[in-house]
């Protein structure tokens, strides 16, 4: 009985737009090659959304927005002509339609983009274990290894 009360306090509740959750949560990959690997500012550039290592991952409430309980930096998408548009952190919400779709990051139909989820992670221009992460729109991409089409997700919450 105590561990049903545990999951049900763990388990979003709706308020307002969106969700918001108990405690902060980790955003991962669950697909190759950045499986397990978990958003974070990028060392080098703390504007940069990475995925790297899992120890040094972020947490952040979602709620119509997505806030680093870390840093208190919003992550917003770019406005870039390209359909893959740069994902980065800033002292401002500007990308305010941001939700869930079981346990995927999506961009609700409230935003400019409509409701989407493909991600694209980017290697050549960080350093080994960092992705710089995109959001896509279409299907160009840029220059280098790109693994296109991916998802974000919270951990399991089974």
Known sequence: MLGLVV???AMPV???AGFVFAKPEQIRSDQSPTFHY???AYPKNASIVALGPAASGEYFNIDGTI???NTSLYINIGSETTSYKTVTFSKT???TAWG???DTIITTKASTFGRRKPYLYSPPTLQ???WQVYFQTGSAVPSGTCN???SLHLPCLC
């Open 7 to 9: 999951r049900l306090l």
């Open 14 to 16: 709706m308020m307002g």
């Open 38 to 40: 978990y958003l974070q």
């Open 67 to 69: 806030q680093s309980t």
């Open 93 to 95: 919400a500007a990308t």
């Open 100 to 102: 869930l779709e079981g």
């Open 128 to 130: 080994r274990n960092y």
């Open 148 to 150: 296109n089409y991916q």
